[in-house]
């Protein structure tokens, strides 16, 4: 069989096929791990994020885990490992604090706390 003859036999190539063929072949070269299907092992957010502090209860526990969880569903793809871990400790920090505050009572006749009172000291 002749050169010319085998090309005559091929279907005609279209724009997308060959953009894709190309796109393929590319990435390839690139990313030959990826192209293997070589898959870096991937820890659950609760193995990322370690054991639970012994000053937070199982509720405020769980809510960390739960924003940490849905910030690696918005976001995971983008941080790096040294983010996700910091991105840890804030949450954690975090809920340290909110569970101080919502430890405080208040009622709902209670005036605001966030008015400035200020207090003459000759009075």
Known sequence: MRPHESIRNL?????????????????????PAAAAGEERPSLKPSQELGTKPEDLSAADWEEV???????????????SIDQKHRAAS????????????????????DPSACTLRIYDPDH
């Open 11 to 31: 279907a005609p190539l279209s724009r997308r096929e060959f953009a894709g063929a190309a796109f393929a072949s590319a990435a390839t070269v690139i990313l």
């Open 90 to 109: 804030i949450l954690t920090t975090n809920q340290h604090m909110l569970a101080s505050i919502r430890t405080f009572v208040v009622q709902n006749g």
């Open 65 to 79: 885990q739960a924003r940490y969880t849905n910030l690696l569903r918005v976001y995971g793809s983008r941080l």
